[in-house]
T-cell receptor
Framework: NAGVTQTPKFQVLKTGQSMTLQCAQDMNHNSMYWYRQDPGMGLRLIYYSASEGTTDKGEVPNGYNVSRLNKREFSLRLESAAPSQTSVYFC????????????FGAGTRLSVL | EDQVTQSPEALRLQEGESSSLNCSYTVSGLRGLFWYRQDPGKGPEFLFTLYSAGEEKEKERLKATLTKKESFLHITAPKPEDSATYLCAVQATNSGGSNYKLTFGKGTLLTVNP
């Protein structure tokens, strides 16, 4: 009953450091998404992958890269972290059809000092 | 550009005091409107999807309704465990291909006092 699993749950980085946020889903979903959530801004789409082998930019892609490793896994990489990237990051997945409901992970809380 | 505005930003109710949350949207063509619940420190949890004006869906003390310009989440006789942030999101018919992007509102923080 795992659904969408994100690792790590918490991370503190120094400016300029790099890291990769991991996301895996066990629901056999085709589409996966990365969002960031900031106070007063709501959830904003960073990147998405409509299907295995494809990725596209969302609303706020600058400073991030993604990899759709296989159907289950979708990672988000910060190459050179900046304080503006301090946020809570959520991964989501959805199936085609069935109302295309997006199911979310528990989030990664990232602080960049 | 798709837009979603939720009001109020925060709402305090006494246990048993019914009320409604509003979600106004602007989208070129609506594929679906989604309601999520988010508890502190957790990811959003799906509640409802509405597809066409006039549609209603219910779950326990919650009922979601949809018009051509807005959606309401009605909370009847709320309990303290209903306290959470409620998020509204729209999916446009022009999302393109097999992608189904959501545009979220900023949410309404609901607090229900015992």
């Amino acid at each position: 009953n795992a659904g969408v699993t994100q690792t790590p749950k918490f991370q503190v980085l120094k400016t300029g450091q790099s890291m990769t946020l991991q996301c895996a889903q066990d629901m056999n979903h085709n589409s996966m998404y990365w969002y960031r959530q900031d106070p007063g801004m709501g959830l904003r789409l960073i990147y998405y992958s409509a299907s295995e082998g494809t990725t596209d930019k969302g609303e706020v892609p600058n400073g991030y890269n993604v990899s759709r490793l296989n159907k289950r896994e979708f990672s988000l990489r910060l190459e050179s972290a900046a304080p503006s990237q301090t946020s809570v990051y959520f991964c989501a997945s959805s199936a085609r059809g069935l109302g295309n409901i997006q199911y979310f992970g528990a989030g990664t809380r990232l602080s960049v000092l | 550009e798709d837009q979603v505005t939720q009001s109020p930003e925060a709402l305090r109710l006494q246990e048993g005091e019914s009320s409604s949350l509003n979600c106004s949207y602007t989208v070129s063509g609506l594929r679906g409107l989604f309601w999520y619940r988010q508890d502190p420190g957790k990811g959003p949890e799906f509640l409802f999807t509405l597809y066409s004006a006039g549609e209603e869906k219910e779950k326990e003390r919650l009922k979601a309704t949809l018009t051509k310009k807005e959606s309401f989440l009605h909370i009847t006789a709320p309990k303290p465990e209903d306290s959470a942030t409620y998020l509204c999101a729209v999916q446009a018919t022009n999302s393109g291909g097999s992608n189904y992007k959501l545009t979220f509102g900023k949410g309404t923080l609901l607090t229900v006092n015992p």
